[in-house]
């Protein structure tokens, strides 16, 4: 039964007293919340902290969820607001020898790079790496296009932007991701 409702049907059921539906809500959900939340976060301990509090905040908005867009917006969008907050809250500041050496692993030449054959996890690795090089905003826009499938829409009403200004940011971040796969 639970499985032919939507989520929005779940939630509105939750939001008069049916705990089965949060359960269900939270089984399809917790997933997809989680690697957003790892994505975004770069740190376990702060996904962790954050995945938690979402789900306290979709706990304590159970009565007054109104099913505006879909839920998986609406929860992402939860999501993403506390990432900003503690993003604003714990900025970190490289200092004059950290960002002196970057700047030297980025100028060596690329003889000095060695060429390797990259096995899938490497190829991972490397995707990583280049999400975490990416500014926030491309970031976000990139998982929730390509780890939850969202449209340009979805993702203007979760980052709270235009949508040509999602657009704009998906394309720099391909772009980018691209160029780093090209080196």
């Not at 269900?24 to 509090?53: I, K, P």
């Not at 449209?151 to 991701?177: C, M, N, P, W």
Request: glycine share 4%.
């Amino acid at each position: 039964m639970r499985e032919e409702c939507t989520d929005e049907e779940l939630m509105l059921a939750y939001g008069h007293g049916d705990v089965p539906a949060f359960e269900a809500l939270y089984a399809r959900h917790r997933g997809t919340l989680y690697r957003f939340l790892l994505r975004n976060c770069r740190d376990r301990a702060s996904a962790d902290e954050l995945f938690q509090e979402t789900w306290s905040r979709v706990i304590a908005a159970r009565e007054r969820y109104r099913p505006e867009a879909k839920f998986t917006t609406w929860l992402l969008q939860i999501a993403h607001n506390l990432a900003i907050d503690l993003l604003r809250r714990h900025r970190p500041q490289a200092g004059e020898e950290e960002t002196e050496q970057v700047f030297r692993l980025l100028d060596a030449p690329e003889s000095e790079q060695p060429e390797r054959v990259l096995s899938e996890f490497e190829q991972r690795r490397r995707l990583q790496l280049a999400l975490e090089e990416l500014p926030d905003e491309q970031r976000l826009a990139f998982v929730l296009r390509m780890e939850n499938g969202m449209g340009l829409d979805e993702i203007a009403h979760v980052t709270g932007a235009g949508q040509e200004t999602v657009k704009s940011r998906l394309r720099y971040a391909f772009a980018k991701i691209r160029a780093r796969f090209a080196e």
